[in-house]
């Protein structure tokens, strides 16, 4: 047989069981023809490379990103940000920069609540240094903002105006007033990104073509999209776009997209929205098919949910969805063919979609084919970590995460739970498909995107002099427990197979084999022995897509 690309004298890790290694493989017409020895290559000729026993892997899938969130980001500036060691040092610093920079419609600064010591900023404190224009403070985690009265007026926010999720997403009040403290996702995007919507086709296109750029050059070849909370048009907007570049031949990156939704009201109208998502751009390598949900938001604000009360407030927060609400919201996505993508942090969050697979799969058995998976996992209740291999729930982590300091949140948590976070290893072992992400919000320089920097952190659970990481990120110490520790092939695994298994293209993509599309990277060293510290350096030579060489 004519093949278009062969080679031969490779070390391939091709992430397909039946076959875990090969040293040749044929491509024609973008797939993989023939894997495996080179005795099996006389049956086809065409242009052969010798690779000198060069590493070769499939394509990475990286299975829960954000694409159109950070095409708002790239365009509003975040603002300037202030390190100072309390409030009044903060508004005094704020005021001398407005008065330095008369005129501008909206001030904006950075600022990292622990600063706070515990106090609070009002919309008072801000309209007494900024009456006039708007001002916003995102705090440094990208969870909260604070904004004074302008700005609430700007968007309509009184104290009448209804939390998009109350207790998780929301307006904080006090004395039934709004403060100008906004919590999470759904309250907070739609007012970081309001200039959005103005940007032009040629705007979006540039900061997409950064992220293809960042994509091919490490070799991710395929992405979950987790979507906007909050901000649905800027989200379809962004849609819009791939699908002309993807028309126009210029997307070398499968995206599997979803539709957000904050709470179960929404669940009708949201089920209406994906299906016409679906309907208008599904494209060769855009697939709209999946729900997603902010099912809690993050433990340093309390709005994780857990199962166990926060150590200093004695509550545990609240999930977007209760058992029997998400059941409902599992049966109905069932019947259109839809998957289902929720967003993790406490392990009340991961108990509620456990209990309703469990609930909707004993009821309609076999007919059940709804993909649940659960991102980041920060935190997870001992009793549930074999539940995911039993009731089948894809288990996602961010291994990017896997050296977070745990100083700061053991006051939150409590000892014992800072010493248990992400359990991948544990839950790994227990069978349960395992895949790995990188979960960013915005492009910047694209530090977190980097898979091997996630497969380094995946490893060693710490972040050394050696690791391409920014400098104060480093820890003094291996994050607790030791034994959650990843080796390089379960890495492999879930940042490929596993990957392709959650967005439902096992049968295209995620392994080297025999009638799949050629996507794969050839490395100059041989990542299976690769050292562990500075496994971030790592980047492929060349990168195939659909057996086209894109790098
Ligand atoms: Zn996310």
Redesign the pocket.
């Known amino acids: 047989m004519k093949a278009d690309r062969i080679i031969k004298n490779a070390k391939i890790f091709t992430s397909d069981k039946d076959r875990p290694m090969a040293s040749a493989l044929a491509v024609k017409d973008g797939k993989f023809v023939y894997v495996g020895d080179e005795a099996g290559l006389s049956a086809y000729e065409g242009p052969t490379t010798d690779l000198g026993g060069k590493f070769i892997m499939p394509g990475i899938i990286d299975s829960?990103?954000?694409v159109t969130m950070p095409v708002g980001f790239e365009y509003a500036d975040l603002g300037k940000q202030i390190q100072c060691q309390d409030k009044q040092e903060l508004l005094k610093i704020m005021s001398e920069y407005i008065a330095e920079h008369p005129g501008e419609k909206r001030y904006k600064f950075l600022f990292d609540r622990r600063f706070l010591h515990g106090e609070e900023i009002t919309k008072e404190d801000l309209d007494a240094i900024c009456p006039d224009a708007e001002l916003q403070i995102q705090e440094a985690e990208c969870h909260s903002l604070w904004v004074n009265s302008k700005l609430l007026e700007r968007h309509g926010i009184t104290d009448d105006t209804p939390d998009p999720v109350p207790g998780l997403s929301y307006y904080v009040r006090k004395d039934g007033h709004v403060t100008g403290n906004i919590f999470e996702g759904s309250a907070e995007v739609p007012i970081m990104l309001d200039s959005a919507m103005d940007l032009t086709d040629e705007q979006i296109d540039t900061a997409l073509q950064r992220w293809i750029d960042f994509s091919v050059d490490v070799g991710v070849c395929c992405v979950f999209d987790?979507g906007i909370p909050g901000y649905p048009q800027f989200h379809e907007r962004v849609y819009q776009r791939l699908r002309a570049l993807d028309l126009q031949g210029k997307l070398p990156v499968y995206i599997d997209g979803c539709y957000v939704i904050a709470a179960h009201w929404e669940a009708e109208e949201g089920l209406k929205e994906l299906k016409r998502f679906r309907q208008e751009y599904n494209t060769e390598h855009l697939k709209i098919h999946t729900m997603k949900i902010f099912m809690d938001g993050t433990q340093t604000l309390h709005t994780a949910a857990l199962v166990t009360p926060y150590a200093d407030t004695g509550e545990t927060g609240v999930t977007a969805f209760n058992v029997e609400e998400l059941a409902d919201l599992l049966r109905k996505l069932n019947e259109e063919g839809l998957d289902l993508h929720l967003?993790c942090g406490g392990e009340a969050a991961s108990r509620v979609a456990l209990d309703a697979v469990e609930i909707v799969k004993k009821e309609l058995g076999d007919a059940y084919h709804v993909k649940v998976t659960c991102?980041?996992l920060i935190t997870q209740h001992d009793d549930d970590l074999g539940r995911f291999a039993k009731l089948g729930v894809f288990a996602n982590y961010t291994p990017n995460w896997h050296a977070d300091d745990p100083a700061p949140l053991a006051p939150i948590l409590g000892e014992e739970r800072v010493r248990k976070m992400y359990r991948s290893k544990t839950v790994w072992d227990t069978g349960a498909l395992v895949t790995w992400s990188s979960?960013s919000?915005a492009f910047l320089d694209f530090m977190q995107w980097n898979p091997y920097q996630g497969m380094e952190i995946g490893m060693t659970r710490q972040i050394t002099e050696k690791t391409r990481h920014y400098p104060f990120k480093r820890t003094a110490e291996v994050l607790p427990p030791l034994n959650e520790r990843m080796n390089i092939e379960e890495m492999l695994l879930g940042y490929t197979i596993n990957g392709a298994i959650q967005l439902g293209i096992e049968n295209q993509k995620g392994s080297i084999k025999a009638g799949k599309d050629a996507d794969f990277l050839v490395f100059d060293n041989d990542l299976l022995t690769a050292e562990q510290e500075g496994f971030s350096y790592n980047s492929p030579k060349d990168v195939y897509f659909r057996g086209k060489k894109v790098k």
Do not use: L, P, R, T
């Open positions: 829960h990103v954000h987790s967003h991102a980041h979960d919000i």
